[in-house]
């Protein structure tokens, strides 16, 4: 079973880029971020018609979540983080499909630093991490994924003396990410990949893309009975390199139907990208 998330940047906009990679790909679960688009404007015939069943959370202009399933529909468990009554903002929503719990996310950005902006995010960076402990309560297996919009270590950054004061590579933000990694979740790409230079995102501007000066910031964790499950993790790079697409790359898992034995997991070297 392949599990990804995909930041789309605009789905209406990037909607034939993202329908070729999903008959490409062939995902059994998609999430994807920044859908940039209301509630009535989701493209659901053209997804239906790729063979996917869909929730989504829209918004207008910015924002906006949904999860995809192959040939079923996404049961929806949950509409929005909860900890705020007054955020209006279209950043989570949550499924049960295939037996896995699917909680898809777009956290705030957060810049400039400081200001409210980054305060905003600190509070949903906490108001995840009191989601994420009830969710690992849970004995199904849980995987939250989506565009996280930090990088975790230096590892996940061209240049880190660059970002010192981004807020996407603040200490504070950081830290936030490592808490509720602590708390019992596992960074699937790194749990694969411990020691490789891995990016999911390249900026537009200043040629980041052909120069390969990226950023990951897009992550699926997973709880403890389905990093039981986790077989391989990917990016699929190329997909950034193709026309009007995404400053972003989808990100992916798969994992076994049942748990599988740590010794058959394929620790495969990634095809990196040249400089």
């Not at 957060?110 to 995840?128: H, I, S, V």
């Not at 969710?135 to 849980?142: G, I, N, R, S």
């Amino acid at each position: 079973m392949k599990i990804a998330t995909y930041n789309v940047n605009g789905i209406n906009g990037r909607l034939p880029v993202l329908l070729r990679w999903l008959k490409k790909a062939k995902p059994d679960i998609v999430c994807l971020q920044e859908l940039k688009a209301p509630q009535d404007r989701f493209p659901l015939a053209a997804i239906e018609k790729a063979g996917y069943g869909a929730i989504w959370h829209g918004q207008k202009s910015w924002n906006g979540v949904a999860i995809l399933a192959r040939g079923k529909e996404p049961e929806e468990t949950r509409r929005g983080l909860p900890g705020d009554a007054d955020d209006l903002h279209s950043r989570y929503i949550e499924a049960a499909m295939n037996g896995i719990l699917v909680g898809c996310l777009y956290l705030p950005n957060g810049n400039p630093w400081p200001g409210p902006k980054f305060d905003y995010k600190l509070a949903w960076f906490r108001r995840l991490q009191a989601h994420g402990k009830r969710l690992l309560k849970l004995k199904q297996p849980v995987v939250l994924a989506g565009d996280y919009n930090v990088m975790p270590t230096e590892l996940d950054v061209y240049k880190a003396e660059n970002w010192k004061n981004d807020a996407l590579f603040r200490p504070e933000i950081r830290k936030a990410y490592a808490t509720l990694v602590k708390q019992g979740w596992t960074d699937a790409l790194r749990e694969l990949h411990p020691d490789e230079r891995i990016y999911t995102f390249w900026d537009y501007f200043r040629n980041a893309w052909p120069r390969n000066a990226g950023l990951r910031i897009d992550h699926l964790l997973l709880n403890a009975p389905l990093v039981k499950r986790l077989k391989q993790a990917g990016v699929d790079s190329e997909v950034r390199g193709w026309e009007k697409t995404s400053d972003h790359a989808p990100v992916w898992i798969e994992v076994t139907e049942k748990v599988a034995k740590r010794s058959t997991v394929k620790k495969k070297t990634m095809k990196k990208r040249a400089a």
